[in-house]
């Protein structure tokens, strides 16, 4: 009998696992900076998501397999009338932090505020014929054409699709607030974020999976506190001041491997570091130049200087790694890590190349984008190209990268997003400009196809033109280091890191 | 005396309106666009300039200038374009740590520099004075984040003494909070030392050969008064002014020094403004830096009155 309730007892602990650890930690998170602002619709700098995303939340969300699961929204959409209209019923009994419940006429005011304000809205509002409430717990959007990233864009957690309540629409925001795990209690800039937990929460039911699942406040509070210098943040986590440590050099990870107070957290892939082509002026207008950079390139020995320990970096021309459904060869061989000067010396006179400078924009506010950028200028050369190499601070790249007259080149990276319909340079509006017959058939075929099934072999047509017109060369793949106290429980390396389902251990 | 000191603040306002129309120009021809900053890498350009329209940064410079100017006539320096928050408040909720920082910097540099200063100037050419020069030397070359994660990594990783970053959390007291400022008080005051030690020293080898400091000798005065009383309080002068241009660098903002150690001071403050170009919190800061700034050089000279009576204004 005994040993039948031990047992009993024992499963109770392992099904139930996080619902029974018990409330109760404050936590210091260091991170990169001070962000921007808190409104997530506005930005989308990935350090705004990382903290709004404990108090606003999406009617959808990305599962531990990056795909698209409900978290406000009572179930995934039904779609009907052939991809134009998505139906979403919403949870009940969801609170705002101010008390107010959830209804459709807050859902469809934040989706306007968001279709008006975000960058990644505005992409979605060209194509919005009708967005309406059906009753208090249904909102109904009724598209142009089909649009398959619609679902991904929604669930997204920078530019994001949040909902507030109706009367909260103001712009600025002033009051933020949302729905989430935890309520935003005092934001003193660069000293503190502090939340503190939402009582009122209701988690989905089970576990935590990925972004999705029950995101169960845990914790007392979560402090983010702005570290701005990453030798100090490392020094933060070796003294054990902070509970995690986002984003610190990949040098540091030999220190922090084999001490007490800290441990590293590897995210592995984590992202891709991209040479963005200024396809409409100048000399990277012209698709053979562009395949002359391309073939000129030692993505190896870029990835060895920016990341340095072979741990951190790998070769891989696939716009996705292994393990995303995205992933594919299509259009890879013979283009990737070829350093060819006399192959690229070739394209070049084909490409009537006449020595004009070749503006390569970088910062070093991201070491690893100069790093490359120093040694991709030398290879550039040896095939023939006159290099500027440009370095200037982030906002002025941010800027000038905005006028096709002022570069040829620009160095930026990006995580990998769930949706390539995400990826920025596809856009004909994004800096780069992209626009060709080639790219409008393929885009226009992966963003209009609904049926998930089809959509990887429709991506693969748009990597295989990405890499025949060379708008952006992707490097390759690099993992991100950060660092977190041992006592905490429940961290899940991934690219905005959550605190939901984190304990302390006593 | 009166007019001397009209004439000093009418100059005062003068150099501000210059600092302020320099600021407001220099800030806008500069590279880079608040709102590229706020909107994130993935905006578009019809996003940026939506929201620079939002801002008011579409409009003529001299229309910029002119609401500028209008509210600072009014005494208002704006709103930060990322802090939610009149420059005015962000500026106040930064003096605290920057003014501790200043004091503690100061106290620590005086501490070392005047009496290491006094004794090496006493025994010129000993070896006290050869190691004192040369520590010196070292402390004026060592730059002052480098000695700032030195210290870091000695006493607060190491040791477990002191925080590594930051100025305490949510409630933190003021006793929590100034703990956080001894290293960067030590690592400023250490770098500080050295000029205020070098020009200690040198203004005591000038009046140690004069003819009062051998009258006080031959009254049979004892040494340390001699010292102190005769040589050291003429010697005061230039050392009290590079003190004073000390403390009014250091309240402008140790920018370095801030960022290294995660102090949300007013250097900070202007650094981040900087970087995501936020043209209000940089013309409110510089503004306000420069005030004190003149204002410091304004109260050393009134302080040369005190210390030495043969200056008449």
């Known amino acids: 009998m005994r040993i039948r309730e031990a047992l009993l007892s024992g499963l109770a602990i392992v099904v139930s696992g996080p619902v029974l650890a018990q409330t109760g930690g404050v936590i210091n998170v260091a991170t990169i900076g001070e962000p921007p602002t808190l409104d997530p619709m506005v930005s989308t700098a990935d350090l705004v998501g990382i903290v709004t995303q404990h108090f606003f939340e999406t009617l959808f969300t990305f599962d531990k397999d990056w795909k698209v699961t409900p978290l406000l929204a009572a179930s995934l959409p039904e779609v009907t009338d052939g991809g134009k209209v998505y139906t979403i019923k919403l949870r009940d009994g969801v609170t705002f932090h101010d008390g107010s419940d959830m209804t459709s006429d807050d859902v469809v005011a934040s989706l306007k505020r968001w279709m008006d304000q975000a960058s990644r809205g505005k992409q979605v509002a060209a194509n919005v014929d009708k967005l309406e409430a059906v009753d208090p717990s249904t909102v109904r959007i009724t598209l142009k054409t089909p649009y398959a990233p619609l679902l991904a864009l929604l669930s997204f957690n920078n530019s994001a699709a949040v909902i507030m309540p109706s009367e909260k629409m103001d712009v600025p925001m002033k009051d933020p607030v949302g729905t989430g795990p935890y309520k935003l209690k005092e934001r003193k800039p660069d000293q503190y974020i502090q939340l503190v937990r939402n009582e009122a929460y209701k988690p989905l039911d089970g576990a935590g999976n990925g972004y999705g699942g029950a995101r169960k406040p845990i914790l007392d509070e979560i402090r983010f506190v702005p570290v701005p210098d990453p030798n100090t943040r490392v020094e933060g986590a070796i003294s054990g001041q902070f509970d995690y440590v986002d984003s610190i050099p990949v040098e540091s990870y030999d220190r922090i491997k084999n001490i007490q107070t800290s441990k590293p957290v590897i995210l592995k892939p984590f992202g ?10 100048g000399v990277m207008a012209n698709t053979d130049a562009r395949m002359a950079v391309r073939l000129s390139l030692s993505m190896e020995d870029m990835l060895a200087a920016a990341f340095g320990n072979p741990e951190f970096y790998s070769l891989d021309g696939a716009m996705y790694p292994k393990g995303y459904v995205w992933n594919t060869d299509a259009g890879v061989e013979g283009r990737y890590n070829v350093a060819d000067p006399d192959k690229a010396k070739a394209l070049l006179k084909k490409a009537s190349y006449g020595g004009a400078p070749l503006r390569i924009l970088t910062s070093r506010q991201y070491e690893f984008h100069y790093k490359m950028a120093q040694v991709a200028a030398e290879y550039l050369k040896q095939a023939g190209f006159t290099v500027d190499l440009q370095v200037v601070d982030w906002a002025t790249l941010t800027q000038r990268r905005g006028d096709p007259a002022l570069w040829d080149i620009y160095i930026t990276h990006s995580p990998f997003l769930p949706e390539p319909a995400l990826i920025g340079q596809l856009s004909e509006s994004s800096p780069g400009w992209w626009s060709s017959p ?3 058939k393929a885009v226009d075929a992966f963003n209009t196809e609904s049926d998930a099934a089809k959509r990887p072999a429709l991506w693969a047509e748009v990597q295989k033109v990405i890499y025949d017109e060379t708008p952006s060369i992707k490097i390759g793949d690099f993992n991100a280091l950060s660092a977190q106290s041992p006592k905490l429980e429940g961290v899940v390396p991934a690219p905005w890191p959550y605190f939901w389902n984190v304990s302390v251990k006593k | 005396m009166s007019r001397y000191i009209l004439q000093r603040l009418l100059g005062m306002l003068a150099v501000m309106f210059v600092v302020v129309t320099i600021v407001f120009i220099i800030v806008r021809i500069a590279p880079g666009d608040p709102a590229a900053v706020m909107l994130g890498p993935d905006a578009t350009a019809q996003d940026v300039a939506s929201l620079r329209a939002r801002l008011g940064l579409d409009r003529p410079l001299i229309v910029q200038y002119g609401i500028f100017f209008g509210q600072l006539l009014r005494g208002d320096l704006g709103e930060s374009i990322f802090l939610n928050r009149p420059v005015l408040t962000a500026l106040a909720e930064r003096a605290e740590p920057t003014f501790f920082l200043t004091l503690f910097s100061i106290l620590i540099a005086g501490l070392i520099a005047i009496p290491v200063g006094i004794l090496s100037a006493y025994w010129r050419g000993s070896l006290f004075d050869q190691v004192a020069t040369t520590l010196a030397m070292l402390a004026a070359s060592v730059p002052s984040f480098w000695l700032g994660l030195l210290l870091i990594q000695f006493f607060a990783v190491r040791l477990g003494l002191f925080p590594v970053s930051g100025y305490g959390g949510p409630g933190a007291g003021l006793f929590t909070r100034l703990s956080h400022l001894v290293l960067p008080a030590l690592s400023l005051g250490i770098v500080s030392s050295a000029l205020i030690l070098r020009f200690t020293r040198a203004s005591m080898l000038d009046v140690l050969n004069d003819d009062y400091v051998r009258t006080a000798r031959s009254k049979g005065m004892g040494e340390v008064r001699v010292v102190m009383k005769h040589a050291f309080k003429n010697a005061l002068i230039p050392v009290l002014t590079v003190i004073g241009l000390t403390a009014a660098l250091l309240v ?62």
């Open chain 1, 272 to 281: 891709w570091p991209v040479f963005v082509m200024n396809t409409k002026q």
């Open chain 1, 438 to 440: 080639a790219r409008k």
């Open chain 2, 252 to 313: 402008s903002g140790a920018v370095v020094t801030e960022t290294v150690f995660g102090l949300p001071g007013v250097g900070n403050l202007v650094v981040s403004a900087v970087l995501r170009r936020d043209y209000p919190v940089i013309q409110g800061a510089l503004l306000i830096v420069a005030a004190l700034y003149v204002l410091i050089n304004f109260l050393i000279d009134m302080l040369y009155l005190l210390v030495d009576p043969r200056v008449r204004y």
